[in-house]
């Protein structure tokens, strides 16, 4: 199983809404790390319910102002809390282990949310908090990371990596435009785990972003020829002159030049058949909407190989 973390933002949100509303996400099984408590938010997690799919909610995110809004808003509050506890046998809450995990878990549980099949993002810095929750509860699952899969036992493990380098700037791709990106879909069972999870073509660090880019680049993952996955990174041209559309059009058109080039499918997926429209209508639907479709062809293209 692969457990793609993604954070809240509403182009993530709406990517795995899409697959989902198309049955296709298959064994993947998406952890949402809300950042803003959005309309976004509550239509996926309807979508999830209503196709009859796992995910789970990271209920004490790490960034973001969710926790902030939940608490200005009470009504949002109570719906996003009743979609959580009627939806249980679909949407299963999800724990960092930090500072404030016990206190959340205790608030979950107030409001009738059953955490008996919770998950845990293990932190190491955490221990003495991680070993009093497991104390009083019984999780279902625990990611973590390679180096400190021995500190925990009593559960199925899941393994965390971080494979999406981010770079300062999106020039900085064109140093390495082709490079390994995992290969634990291959061997996560081999080395003990029930799965593995990572951040997607976006990569665990947060930034609200927001300003206008030098360069645009769009990444995509594909199969090696050893069954292993490699990311691509289609980098425009970098200059302060051209507008952003013309700029994602440089990008599109050097990523579909290296696919003809290479001369092989990367994936018939429903994002690259987006981002292939794009580049025959010439149109800009906007940067956010191309890492959408980036962020589908990776979830789509593993949910593929993890099947076959």
Not at 269 to 276: A, E, I, P, Q
């Amino acid at each position: 199983m692969y457990f793609p973390i993604l954070r809240g933002r509403q182009n993530e949100l709406i990517a795995i809404r899409d697959l989902v509303d198309a049955d296709l996400l298959g064994p993947v099984i998406p952890v949402i790390e809300p950042v803003k408590a959005s309309s976004t938010l509550i239509r996926t997690l309807e979508s999830f319910v209503l196709r009859e799919h796992e995910c789970y909610v990271v209920m004490n995110p790490a960034v973001g102002v969710f926790e902030r809004e939940l608490q200005l808003t009470p009504t949002f509050e109570n719906t996003f809390r009743e979609i959580v506890s009627e939806g249980s046998s679909w949407i299963k809450p999800c724990f960092r282990v930090s500072d404030n995990m016990l206190d959340c878990i205790h608030g979950v549980q107030k409001n009738g949310i059953d955490t008996s099949c919770a998950a845990v993002i293990y932190d190491r810095n955490y221990d003495e908090v991680y070993h009093r929750a497991i104390i009083d509860n019984s999780f279902g699952l625990c990611f973590v990371n390679d180096a400190a899969r021995r500190r925990v036992r009593g559960m199925e493990r899941i393994l965390l990596s971080d494979p999406f380098h981010v770079l300062p700037r999106n020039a900085d791709y064109r140093k390495t435009p082709d490079e390994f990106f995992s290969e634990d879909h291959q061997y996560y069972g081999d080395d003990g785990y029930t799965g593995f999870a990572d951040y997607s073509v976006v990569g665990s660090a947060y930034s609200e972003g927001g300003f206008r880019p030098r360069a645009v680049a769009i990444h995509i993952v594909y199969e090696y020829d050893d069954g292993s996955l490699h990311i691509h990174h289609a980098v425009s041209e970098d200059s302060d002159f051209m507008d952003v559309a013309s700029l994602y059009s440089n990008a599109l058109e050097k990523l579909f030049t290296w696919i003809e080039d290479m001369g092989r499918n990367i994936g018939d997926t429903s994002g690259l058949k987006h981002l292939r429209a794009s580049y025959n209508d010439q149109s800009f639907p906007g940067l956010g909407m191309a890492k959408r479709w980036s962020i589908m062809h990776h979830l789509e293209l593993v949910s593929t190989l993890l099947e076959r």
